[in-house]
C-alpha cells in the first residue's frame, strides 16, 4: 500500500504565499515523476507543475514565474511553493506521483487534496 499526505493549505490573501507538501509512504521501491494539479469549482482539474526524478521542471503559464516545483527523494516528498497568490489560484490541489511499489508495479497515485483560498 502507497500513501499519499499532503499539507499546507488554507487562506491567504490576493499577493501572499503558500508552501504545499507532499509526502509519500509505503512499500515504494522508486518515485519517478511528481506533480501538482488543482480543481476549481466548477472546473476540470488542471496540471499545476511537475517535476521528473531527475529534476526537470514543468509549469503550467497560469503559474509559471510565480511557483517552484521541488522534491526531496530521501523524504519523498514534493513541494510547491507559490507566490504572489491571486483569487483564481484558489482551488483543490492535489498532489499526483508515479510510483514503482516493491512489487515492481509501476502506478500513479494521488493526494486526498487540500484547499488553498486566496481572498482579502
Known amino acids: 500500500q502507497v500513501q499519499l499526505v499532503e499539507s499546507g493549505g488554507g487562506l491567504v490573501q490576493p499577493g501572499g504565499s503558500l508552501r504545499l507538501s507532499c509526502a509519500a509512504s509505503?512499500?515504494?521501491?522508486?518515485?519517478?515523476?511528481m506533480g501538482w494539479y488543482r480543481q476549481a469549482p466548477g472546473k476540470q482539474r488542471e496540471l499545476v507543475a511537475t517535476?521528473?526524478?531527475?529534476?526537470?521542471?514543468f509549469y503550467a503559464d497560469s503559474v509559471k514565474g510565480r511557483t517552484t516545483i521541488s522534491r526531496d527523494n530521501a523524504k519523498r516528498t514534493v513541494y510547491l511553493q507559490m507566490n504572489s497568490l491571486k483569487p483564481e489560484d484558489t482551488a483543490v490541489y492535489y498532489c499526483?506521483?508515479?510510483?514503482?511499489?516493491?512489487?515492481?508495479?509501476?502506478?500513479?497515485?494521488w493526494g486526498q487534496g487540500t484547499q488553498v483560498t486566496v481572498s482579502s
Open positions: 499526483k506521483v508515479q510510483i514503482i511499489s516493491t512489487l515492481g508495479r509501476q502506478s500513479d497515485y
Open positions: 509505503g512499500s515504494i521501491f522508486s518515485i519517478y515523476a
Open positions: 517535476i521528473t526524478s531527475g529534476g526537470s521542471t
